[in-house]
């Protein structure tokens, strides 16, 4: 397990922008696939985006909105979100996990941070 801390969460009017970070040592950075998710009021928690050294993936939803990135300098996940949308609103989490099976027990993650988008 390692320590994840999320910030930057907010609520914004749709069509705004919010910055996401997440605080992981620069060891986990690079030996774990990262990834955002996040839950809606009364819905499952979902993939969103995520980064390896290979690349990155995006949840169709938010393709070409968000763009995660990591600075290993600054020890951080970023998640950045652009015209954001009401439907964007739920808990936003970071995650850890080995070879991206974020399903498994040994997957860690950060405690979330709330993001409103109000129409």
């Known amino acids: 397990q390692v320590q994840l801390v999320e910030s930057g969460g907010g609520s914004v009017q749709a069509g705004g922008s919010l910055r996401l970070s997440c605080s992981a040592s620069?060891?986990?950075?690079?030996?774990?696939?990262m990834g955002w998710f996040r839950q809606a009021p009364g819905k499952e928690r979902e993939e969103v985006a995520t980064?390896?050294?290979?690349?990155?993936t995006y949840a169709d939803s938010v393709q070409a909105r968000f763009a995660i990135s990591k600075d290993y300098a600054k020890e951080t996940l970023y998640l950045q979100m652009h015209s954001l949308k009401p439907e964007d609103t739920g808990i936003y989490y970071c995650?850890?996990?080995?070879?991206?099976?974020?399903?498994?027990?040994?997957?860690?993650w950060g405690r979330g941070t709330p993001v409103t988008v109000s129409s």
């Open positions: 980064i390896t050294s290979y690349g990155s």
């Open positions: 995650a850890a996990a080995i070879r991206c099976d974020f399903r498994s027990s040994s997957t860690s």
């Open positions: 620069a060891d986990t950075l690079i030996r774990y696939c």
